[in-house]
T-cell receptor, first 116, second 110 residues
Framework: ETGVTQTPRHLVMGMTNKKSLKCEQH?????MYWYKQSAKKPLELMFV???????ENNSVPSRFSPECPNSSHLFLHLHTLQPEDSALYLC???????????????FGDGTRLSIL | DAKTTQPNSMESNEEEPVHLPCNHS???????IHWYRQLPSQGPEYVIH???SNVNNRMASLAIAEDRKSSTLILHRATLRDAAVYYC???????????FGTGTLLAVQP
């Protein structure tokens, strides 16, 4: 299997639930990213991990908690979400996340999250 | 981050060339011009990037103006599968971020 795989593809949850989104990349990359794409809004970068270390948190509320146990896996743990958190959550990876790196990012197809 | 301006939408006919413009008048000397596209129900897909010279790959060509204040993504023969939102993004300096705008929605007619 190649590329960036995200599971589940669709998730419906209540505001009091706890769930996790999973991302796995088979590209040998060392940097991984979470993005949020809300309806009619541009993609927004949420978190960046480079060699398993978080290097960027783009002022994301604490109800979103990322975890990167190794360079191939990235999780987004969700708890007590709000209706406005309904969106498409996209994971991406790149060879590395160093400064001045222009390497392409490879995206998964996302998890469509709906908060009831 | 330097900003890009793209038309909201464009239309093309199948098997004809498509020229997607992007203006970036505030580009700095270290900014690369990146293009991504997002097909329906998929994540974004890297298309091409360049700094000063025109670039070609199997997907498209990138033509960069001499003053670098604008660029054009060229799809040589549009297919129905090329219908997508195309994003022109400036990326450079110490940041590794991709800052997405609203892009150009390309419709391809059979």
């Amino acid at each position: 299997e190649t590329g960036v795989t995200q599971t589940p593809r669709h998730l419906v949850m209540g505001m009091t639930n706890k769930k996790s989104l999973k991302c796995e990349q088979h590209l040998g990359h060392n940097a991984m990213y979470w993005y949020k794409q809300s309806a009619k809004k541009p993609l927004e970068l949420m978190f960046v991990y480079n060699f398993k270390e978080q290097t960027e948190n783009n002022s994301v509320p604490s109800r979103f908690s990322p975890e990167c146990p190794n360079s191939s896996h990235l999780f987004l743990h969700l708890h007590t979400l709000q209706p406005e958190d309904s969106a498409l959550y996209l994971c991406a990876s790149s060879q590395d996340g160093r400064e001045y790196s222009n390497q392409p990012q490879h995206f998964g197809d996302g998890t469509r999250l709906s908060i009831l | 981050d330097a900003k890009t301006t793209q038309p909201n939408s464009m239309e093309s006919n199948e098997e004809e060339p498509v020229h997607l413009p992007c203006n970036h008048s505030t580009i700095s000397g270290t900014d690369y011009i990146h293009w991504y596209r997002q097909l329906p129900s998929q994540g974004p897909e890297y298309v091409i990037h360049g700094l000063t010279s025109n670039v070609n790959n199997r997907m498209a060509s990138l033509a960069i103006a001499e003053d670098r204040k604008s660029s054009t993504l060229i799809l040589h023969r549009a297919t129905l599968r090329d219908a997508a939102v195309y994003y022109c993004i400036l990326r450079g300096g110490a940041t590794n971020k991709l800052i997405f705008g609203t892009g150009t929605l390309l419709a391809v007619q059979p």
